[in-house]
């Protein structure tokens, strides 16, 4: 088992169609295949109809139900995770060009002693227009537009004869329906409708050698449970070969199905890329700790070296003389010091507080002039009245601490 799992994976194409691929998958985990197969299925980005607004629906069909059957049609995705934003992740209110595509639907039927179907191909995209509802005007310099393909939000199969359309349903004369569609991306993780798959065969081990699966069976397991066609690919089991405790599945018959929305193709290639991701980030997650504690370590307040000049809670800095100190968040005080978070007399300010200032901007607080003392300014004198917020001694700052200047 040591030498299978030095081998690098191999996939082997056996079948590959306009909406469906056939392959293998060899020498690679039987967790890291199911991940692959679950990615595709449920973490792909696709296009689907989210919001639908009814004007007119005199159909026998309810608006709830007509609006599920309208979530369910696929439509053309390709390239939708950079050709479209995320509504959560866009500036607009509700929706814009940039987040949704919109459509409608407007179909009325006027025939005598006619059934009329409404299928996926009524239903027609509008294209923004500056000023109008759902156009963005921040001009944010959003380059989706650019990456959409002509029919990108489309039914599919949409003025294709050679794809049958989807029924929506069907109406008599005097019947009517009219609708605003409101397209989004998303993932099936959410829901189901943002699915790029309509299934995804997976297979291993056809003639059960390690025994993954329990077969009931009255008299003859062998003639009961016929194997797959993939069983030609490996070698029948031997009844002299004891089993092997330690065997683990190494080879793997996958199928992918699309509805269409997204091509066989670039389904596989995007769960790859999609799963590569999430293990990066696994990896990174798990390292992270360990780094962030060094890094943190090396930011740490430098105490005072002379009593004249001290150091930053985020970054020390050294004073400019005796009644000096360094700005920050925890800059240990020197003598003279000043108050809140700003740097004493002659020092830098810590958050843009004046000269001799103290506080959060010297007189903001107190209505004092930063040279007379008082809260929230800098005392000019080594007896000047308490500084910060009630500080009891003149060296005393930030919130009661009678030593150090910020939080400590």
């Known amino acids: ?8 994976p191999i996939v082997r194409i056996r079948d590959l169609k306009k909406d469906s691929v056939n392959f293998t998958l060899e020498n690679v985990d039987l967790g890291l295949a199911n991940s692959f197969r679950r990615v595709m299925m449920a973490d792909l980005p696709t296009v689907a109809i989210d919001m639908v607004e009814v004007e007119t629906n005199t159909s026998v069909l309810p ?12 439509l053309v995705s390709a390239n939708c995770d950079e050709g479209m934003r995320y509504t ?12 949704a595509v ?41 380059e989706e537009l650019s990456k959409r393909a002509e029919n990108f939000g489309h039914p599919v199969g949409k003025d294709d004869p050679s794809v049958p359309p989807i029924l929506i349903c069907k109406l008599r004369k ?26 995804v065969g997976f297979e291993y081990d056809p003639y059960n050698k390690l025994r993954h699966t329990s077969h009931w069976f009255e008299s003859d397991e062998r003639a009961e449970w016929p194997v797959s066609e993939n069983a030609r690919e490996e070698e029948p089991p031997r009844d002299d070969v004891p089993f092997d405790f330690n065997a683990r599945p190494n080879k793997f018959y996958m199928e992918v199905e699309t509805d269409g929305s997204l091509g066989p193709q670039e389904v596989v290639m995007k769960g790859l890329q999609e799963l590569q991701t ?17 890094h943190q370590g090396g930011e740490q307040a430098l105490p005072a070296t002379n009593g004249t000049a001290g150091g930053s809670g985020w970054g020390a800095g050294a004073g400019a003389g005796a009644g000096a100190g360094a700005g920050g968040w925890s800059a240990t005080s020197p003598s003279r010091a000043g108050a809140g978070w700003s740097s004493p007399t002659g020092g830098a300010a810590g958050w843009g507080s004046p000269a001799r200032g103290g506080g959060w901007a010297g007189t903001a607080w107190s209505g004092t002039s930063p040279t007379t003392g008082g809260g929230g300014t800098s005392p000019s004198s080594g007896n000047a009245g308490p500084a910060g917020w009630g500080s009891p001694q003149a060296g005393g700052s930030g919130w009661g601490g009678t030593t150090a200047n910020g939080w400590s």
């Open 1 to 8: 088992m040591q030498a299978v799992q030095e081998l690098e």
């Open 63 to 74: 608006d709830e139900f007509i609006s599920h059957r309208l979530g369910m049609i696929p």
């Open 88 to 99: 959560r992740d866009c500036t607009c209110l509700s929706w814009c060009q940039y987040c």
């Open 102 to 142: 919109e459509l409608v639907l407007n179909v009325a039927c006027n025939l005598d002693d006619t059934t009329m179907d409404v299928t996926s191909s009524h239903l027609d995209v509008v294209l923004p227009a500056p000023g109008s509802i759902g156009w963005n005007d921040e001009g944010d310099g959003g």
């Open 174 to 199: 005097g019947q009517e329906i009219k609708l605003r569609c409101i397209a989004k991306k998303g993932i099936a993780k959410e829901h189901a409708k943002w699915s790029p798959c309509s299934a």
């Open 278 to 294: 999430k293990l990066a980030n696994l990896i990174l997650g798990l390292k992270s700790e360990p780094e962030l504690d060094a």
